[in-house]
């Protein structure tokens, strides 16, 4: 907003304190600067000191010392610590939107049966690979999408993969009647509207079956796919008996109400950006499918790595005990200034600069 | 003891036979700030226990949630917007180290959106969760409020974490007879909190067309007013043109004000009671809160705590003492000893 302003951002960005208020204490470091912790005494003439230059670097050399103590000690009180700090770096990811199904149908094995003993859900399955594959992929940025009847945003594009987890651990639960793909995958497509970054972007769709694509939700996503280039990723959970992307049925039974998810493949393939489609029918195929993609995906990225926090109190006490130490040693080499003829006085150069301190 | 007495008076000043010189006060105060702060150094850090919080927060998206009659930072907003406001209130207010996942209520489900995590190292992501939220994330018009909280209930059991549930109340349709529906589960099992939203006063529901554009307020006709399911009530004997075969509710269609929604408090308080949650309406930030951790269970973790600051006070209070006097009291030096 102003220089002021500007200056006190760029102090702060970098570092910080817990209790700000206790940096009002810092006004106490003007105290050494009008006060000593040496005697003053009187002498009776200033001509019976020399001009002396080192005593004069010596003492304010203490007077700093006490200042620098007090300055010291309240900034570790306060909590002095450089703030966590994010530095930019280039590695190999994506940002990539996870668009997961979460029908009712998710629920099922593979074999399209309420999975029994050893057999896993198909979304028990996609959760457990899905982990694994996010975990291999720390720089990536990800998004998480659901649906089912209704498309539902879970989670904004994020570098926090702890969330991303919390979201991918929901997807077992019980789902949802419908399999809305399209509006769906329009949802997909709007997180990339906002994102500028030069970055690889991803759709990553996993859905077991497939369902006919309103026409203009159909024009919509042209719309969105001509705007946004993105990489689309189709992961199909294919149950026994379903029927597969690629088979073409008899002419004439041809139709996308008949075989929705050939058709969904074919309206994916003209949207015109980079797509491949994964049939997997096991777990063992959708682990094959998955590690395809993370070797698709692997064009470099600019992410942020995070410094964590650290804390500078003891440090901040060290240096005070170094300035306080200072202060007492010079205190210990205090020697009084006695009236002639006392006697027994060793006077060396030392009391002289700590009286010209005083 | 003569000579003692004579060497004191011999140094004048505070020197000793050796030459040294007596302490005064302001080396002790030196000296006791420097063990103050060597002592800050090696201070040990005690473990504390504190205590942090797991919910699951599920907020109602059906559309009586779009009813205006809320406030969000003193301006009338939808409840929903309030209720997400409120949403954001708890999710900043929660001490670091709890975890919060968030679900959605339409129909007669709590849907899970994502599982509790972290809110400090997650507070952007959350934080963009809730503002997402919308209405349009629902997937059927009705809303089995009370079944909604029983199948969060159930859910936030599952999760080990505790339930907080925003809605305000408006059971669509109506539930059969006014009666709550059996809750399988045991009371108090699961410890949260309703949060109720909206005005008390009845107000109409928005109504949306196919693209979501407003196209006007539910009539009394739009909406069911009496839930027709089951057997028939008690008085419906007494009702004009009942027939037992073909008319058991009465020929007449039901009237009633389902078509307006306020927060239904009792319901609410009743369904409270029912599941042995706690009930606040979603008020101010620190209302809510305090709401918050009274009615959910403290999950205790272990803090470290720095007592460095103790001795580093003493000493802080040592050398404000030392150069405080030295300031105050006479600049002028003291005077030369004659004699």
């Known amino acids: 907003m102003n220089a002021a302003g500007a200056f006190w951002d760029g102090l702060t960005r970098g570092w910080g304190v817990d209790h700000p208020a206790m940096l009002a204490l810092l006004l106490l470091a003007l105290l050494p600067l009008v006060a000593t912790a040496f005697r003053r005494r009187g002498i009776a003439s200033a001509g019976l000191v020399p001009d002396d230059p080192l005593s004069r670097v010596v003492g304010v050399g203490l007077r700093l010392a006490g200042a620098v103590a007090i300055v010291a000690l309240v900034l570790g009180l306060a909590g002095l610590h450089r703030r966590e700090q994010s530095v930019e770096r280039e590695g190999t990811g994506a940002h990539l939107v996870l668009l997961l199904d979460r029908s009712s149908s998710m629920d099922n094995s593979f074999a399209d049966r309420a999975p029994t003993g050893d057999q896993e859900s198909k979304s028990a399955a996609a959760k457990r690979l899905l982990a694994e594959f996010v975990a291999r992929r720390p720089h990536d940025r990800i998004a998480v999408a659901a649906f089912s009847t209704s498309p539902m945003p879970v989670l904004p594009l994020t570098d926090h993969h702890e969330v991303v987890d919390a979201a991918i651990d929901a997807i077992d639960r019980p789902g949802l009647a419908f399999t809305d793909v399209g509006r769906g995958l329009a949802l997909a497509f709007s997180y990339f509207a906002e994102d500028t970054d030069e970055a690889s972007r991803a759709v990553l769709l996993v859905s077991d079956g497939a369902a006919l694509i309103d026409r203009r939700v159909q024009e919509a996503l042209r719309d969105a796919a001509a705007r946004t280039p993105v990489h689309l990723y189709w992961l199909f959970l294919r149950s026994r008996g379903a029927q597969g992307i690629y088979d073409a049925p008899a002419s004439g039974e041809d139709s996308a109400q008949a075989n929705p998810e050939r058709h969904l493949h074919l309206f994916l393939q003209s949207l015109g950006v980079p797509y491949r489609a994964f049939e997997a029918t096991s777990p063992q195929a959708v682990a094959q499918a998955i590690t395809e993609i993370d070797r698709q995906e692997t064009r470099p990225i600019r992410y942020v790595e995070r410094i964590p926090r650290r804390d500078l109190v003891r440090p901040a006490f060290l240096v005070a005990a170094l300035a306080v130490a200072l202060l007492l040693a010079a205190k210990l080499a205090e020697r009084q200034l006695r009236p002639a003829g006392r006697g027994g006085v060793k006077e060396g150069t030392d009391a002289i600069d700590l009286r010209r301190a005083a | ?339």
């Open chain 2, 1 to 339: 003891m003569s000579r003692a007495a004579a060497g004191t008076r011999a140094t004048g000043e505070g020197l000793d036979r050796q030459g040294g010189l007596r302490r005064d006060w302001r080396f002790w105060l030196l000296l006791v700030a420097l063990l103050g702060i060597i002592a800050a150094l090696f201070a040990p850090r005690i473990v504390q226990t504190g205590n942090v919080r797991d919910a699951v927060l599920v907020i109602d998206v059906t559309g009586s949630m779009n009813v205006r009659d809320a406030q969000s930072r003193g301006a009338p907003a939808t409840r929903l917007d309030a209720a997400k406001r409120g949403a954001r209130d708890i999710l900043a207010g929660l001490p670091c180290g709890s975890r919060l996942g968030l679900g959605i209520f339409t129909e007669r489900r709590s849907f899970l959106l994502f599982e509790p995590a972290e809110v400090c190292e997650n507070f952007a992501a959350i934080a963009g969760s809730i503002d997402d939220l919308d209405w349009r994330m629902a997937w059927e018009g009705d809303s089995y409020v009370a079944r909604g909280v029983h199948s969060g209930l159930a859910m936030a059991a599952g999760l080990k974490a505790d339930l907080l549930f925003m809605t305000d109340g408006h059971e669509a349709p109506p539930l059969p007879g006014g009666a709550l529906p059996e809750f399988d589960g045991k009371p108090g099992e699961v410890a949260g909190l309703l949060i109720g939203v909206g005005g008390v006063d009845p107000s109409p529901i928005p109504k949306f067309d196919q693209d979501g554009r407003e196209t006007g307020f539910y009539a009394e006709e739009d909406v069911p007013q009496e839930n027709r399911m089951g057997p028939p009530p008690e008085d419906a004997a007494s009702r004009a043109g009942w027939n037992p075969r073909n008319a058991p509710w009465g020929s007449e269609a039901a009237t009633g004000t389902e078509h307006l929604s306020a927060l239904r408090e009792e319901h609410l308080r009743a369904l409270a009671a029912q599941t042995g949650l706690g009930y606040v309406a979603l008020g101010n930030a620190g209302g809510l809160l305090a709401a918050v951790e009274a009615d959910t269970r403290p999950r205790p973790v272990e803090m470290r705590v720095d007592t460095a600051a103790i001795p580093a006070v003493l000493a802080l209070f040592c050398l404000a003492l030392l150069f405080g006097l030295g300031a105050t009291t006479s600049r002028r030096p003291e005077r030369l000893p004659t004699r």
